[in-house]
């Protein structure tokens, strides 16, 4: 079992800047494919990006190189720098572990709202 705990979310401005944390319970997190998705109210929860253990990275089209993921296996930490921001990226943000095909541990979200 992994326990995933993510940080960083909260309200920002358009335009703005945040990073999201997610910080695992176990040291094996090297193992997994690491993944953010997001839901906003409404919506179905979509891929945003995710980055394997040797470090490929693959991103949603809709990003258009806003979002940056990143992973730290030393300190079993994934982030996911978010740049200018806009108001559709308003969602909960979840981190979760797992392959490419499946996502098997998930963390407990974290809302980020964009909003002047």
């Known amino acids: 079992q992994v326990q995933l705990v993510e940080s960083g979310g909260g309200l920002v401005q358009p335009g703005g800047s945040l990073r999201l944390s997610c910080t695992a319970s176990?040291?094996?997190?090297?193992?997994?494919?690491m993944s953010w998705y997001r839901q906003a109210p409404g919506k179905e929860r979509e891929l945003v990006a995710r980055?394997?253990?040797?470090?490929?990275?693959n991103y949603a089209d809709f990003l258009e190189g806003r979002f940056t993921i990143s992973r730290d296996n030393a300190k079993n930490t994934v982030y996911l720098q978010m740049n200018s921001l806009k108001a559709d990226d308003t969602a909960v943000y979840y981190c979760s572990a797992g392959t490419l095909s499946r996502a098997e541990y998930w963390g407990q979200g974290l809302q980020v709202t964009v909003s002047s």
């Open positions: 176990r040291s094996t997190l090297s193992i997994y494919v």
């Open positions: 980055i394997t253990p040797g470090g490929l990275t």
